[in-house]
C-alpha cells in the first residue's frame, strides 16, 4: 500500500484560510469514506482533528473542516491562528488485503 | 476516558529484537482496539497491524509479517509488540493507537527505538 500524497508545505498569515490536499486511489481515499486528519506539534504524537472525511471530534474548533472529491481529499483551516503551525497528515482506512490504515506523507503549516 | 502509556526509549544493536509494551488504562483492554503505527524521522506515520475485531485475529501490514508480532495480555491489560531482526531503517518512534474500526482516535506517548551498532 503506497503512502498517500499530499503537497510538502502550507503557509498563510492569521486569519486567512489554507487547504490541504490529499490524493490516493480508489482503492483508499476514493473508495471509502473514512478519511482521517491528524495534527502533530514538534515532539508530540498526533491528535485527530477530522474523522470520516468531515467529522469533527469533540474539542476541536470549528475551524477545522474536511471534505471529498473522488481519490483527493481536503482539509481547510479558516481564521488561521498561530497554534494551527504543525505538520498535518491525512490517513484512509482501507481493506483492500486486510483492514488497515494508509497515512499521507505530511504536509508543513507555517503560519506567517 | 482511555489513556494509552508506552514503555521507555530504546537503544537496540542490528540484528536484535525490541519489544515495546502499551499499557491501557480507563476501560479493559478486551474493550479497546490497539495497533500499531511507527514513524520514522522526519516521515509520515507507517501502520503495522493490531486486533482485528472483525476477523478476531491480529492482522499484520504485510512489510511486517514473519518479523513482528502483536499481543495482549488481558490480566494486566497491556498490549506488547515485537519486532525482531532489526536495522538501522527500523529506527523510529513506535505508537500504541486506539483503533475504532475505521479511523484510529488515540495515540500513545510513543517509544523512540533506536537501532544502532
Known amino acids: 500500500q503506497s503512502a498517500l500524497t499530499q503537497s510538502a508545505s502550507v503557509s498563510g498569515s492569521p486569519g486567512q484560510s489554507i487547504t490541504i490536499s490529499c490524493t490516493g486511489t480508489?482503492?483508499?481515499?476514493?473508495?471509502?469514506?473514512?478519511v482521517s486528519w491528524y495534527q502533530q506539534h514538534p515532539g508530540k504524537a498526533p491528535t485527530l482533528v477530522i474523522f470520516?472525511?468531515?467529522q469533527r471530534p469533540s474539542g476541536v474548533s470549528d475551524r477545522f473542516s474536511g471534505s471529498k472529491s473522488g481519490n483527493t481529499a481536503s482539509l481547510t483551516i479558516s481564521g488561521l491562528q498561530t497554534e494551527d503551525e504543525a505538520v498535518y497528515y491525512c490517513?484512509?482506512?482501507?481493506?483492500?488485503?486486510?483492514?488497515?490504515?494508509?497515512f499521507g506523507t505530511g504536509t508543513r503549516v507555517t503560519v506567517l | 476516558q482511555v489513556h494509552l502509556v508506552q514503555s521507555g526509549a530504546e537503544v537496540k544493536k542490528p540484528g536484535a529484537p525490541v519489544k515495546v509494551s502499551c499499557k491501557v488504562s480507563?476501560?479493559?483492554?478486551?474493550?479497546?482496539?490497539i495497533h500499531w503505527v511507527r514513524q520514522a524521522p522526519g516521515k509520515g506515520p507507517e501502520w503495522m497491524g493490531g486486533?482485528?475485531?472483525?476477523?478476531?485475529?491480529?492482522i499484520y501490514a504485510q512489510k511486517f509479517k514473519g518479523r513482528v508480532t502483536m499481543t495482549e495480555d488481558t490480566t494486566t491489560d497491556t498490549a506488547y509488540m515485537e519486532l525482531r531482526s532489526l536495522t538501522s531503517q527500523d529506527t523510529a518512534i513506535y505508537y500504541c493507537?486506539?483503533?475504532?474500526?475505521?479511523?484510529?482516535?488515540?495515540w500513545g506517548q510513543g517509544t523512540l527505538v533506536t537501532v544502532s551498532s
Open positions: 493507537v486506539r483503533s475504532r474500526l475505521t479511523v484510529i482516535v488515540m
Open positions: 480507563g476501560d479493559p483492554l478486551t474493550e479497546v482496539t
Open positions: 486486533f482485528d475485531p472483525v476477523e478476531g485475529e491480529m
Open positions: 480508489s482503492s483508499d481515499v476514493g473508495g471509502y469514506n473514512f
Open positions: 470520516d472525511v468531515t
Open positions: 490517513c484512509s482506512y482501507t481493506s483492500t488485503s486486510s483492514s488497515s490504515y494508509v
